[in-house]
């Protein structure tokens, strides 16, 4: 359960892309949410699109390890895509803020198993410019994304890894090299102690 | 503060020399002992080779950060290269045991502050095979070699990553990733919270 989060323009997106591309054993945790698509985006890759009676049902029938709302907007993380990783052991990669990595750190079905990586951009100006150029949105939309880009930031203290990201091929070695060194980590490493008995003499 | 440890046999000093050579960041450890040298040996390199007198007096001015009794021979750590490695932010490299390990993470010198990475062989046919080969000994000997390595690797559960050397180019390559993700992680990043500052609106 590798979590990344961000604020907007860090180039969150990009890294998780080439994470995905390059492991086998990663998958993509898909959210729900209620706002619309934007034009480039597909419905069951970047997101599912959905209405907000959907929503509500999902939200009251459990169905979701965590949900925020953001914008107005309502975001969710589906339950079953990631009881299935769980069942599989393979690594799922989530793309969410601080309050869904919170629930997520919270609730049974992950068992609070997650490795949290916060991604920073590597100046104010850089960030400024890439929430410029992607949203192509007036002024006023700006300054509050900037806004919410900072109040994502003020929790980065919550995040077990940091990431500056001033390259982006950089920055998806070194979470590669996270990934790498957490599947490592002893206690994640199923029938180690049988391997170790294994060793010894007259075993 | 990376510490390496392994029964000998598994491949350690191989993966140690690789990580040496592609890290100029990372330096290593040398021990002191008083067993003699072996052939191909370098006094300064793979060991200070000194005698018991010295030893003793280097335990009693407290010189050593731990130190241990293995084969009726000792070992030690000598405290003033890791106080400076400390000092200059350089990471250090340990090729020590269990029982150095141990009292490694006690020292007030170092704060607790270690990553420890155990490294097994991948059976214990390669693990004998290597330890006759190398030592040239006759079986008895070779057979307390095997007992002493089945009594090192009882201990792997004290070390936070658990490496099977199979292939030593990818062992390095898992060590090596170790070391990029513990330097990501936030705590050992020195600065942060004044670049976080920076990057807010009006900061």
């Keep these: 359960m590798l979590v990344l989060s961000s604020p907007s323009g860090a180039g969150k997106t990009t890294i998780s892309r080439a994470l995905l591309q390059g492991d086998k054993n990663l998958t993509m945790s898909v959210s729900v949410t209620t706002r619309p698509m934007r034009p480039g985006e597909v419905d069951g890759k970047d997101y599912h699109f959905i209405d907000e009676a959907?929503?509500?049902?999902?939200?009251?029938?459990r169905e979701l390890l965590e949900h925020a709302h953001v914008f107005n907007r309502h975001y969710g993380t589906p339950r079953g895509p990631v009881e299935q990783a769980l069942a599989l052991g393979?690594?799922?990669l989530f793309d969410i803020d601080w309050q869904g990595t919170q629930q997520l750190k919270q609730n049974e079905v992950t068992g609070g198993d997650l490795v949290s990586v916060f991604i920073l951009p590597p100046?104010?100006?850089v960030l400024e410019d890439r929430l410029r150029r992607r949203a192509q949105d007036p002024d006023e939309v700006v300054r509050s994304r900037m806004a919410k880009a900072a109040d994502e930031m003020s929790h980065y203290s919550e995040y077990s890894y940091v990431i500056v990201n001033d390259d982006v091929e950089r920055s998806v070695a070194e979470v590669r090299a996270i990934l790498t060194a957490e599947r490592l980590r002893r206690p994640r490493q199923i029938g180690l102690h049988e391997f170790v008995e294994s060793l010894k003499p007259n075993a």
Tied chains: 1, 2.
């Design 54 to 61: 959907v929503f509500q049902a999902m939200v009251e029938r």
């Design 90 to 92: 393979t690594d799922m």
């Design 123 to 125: 100046s104010i100006d």
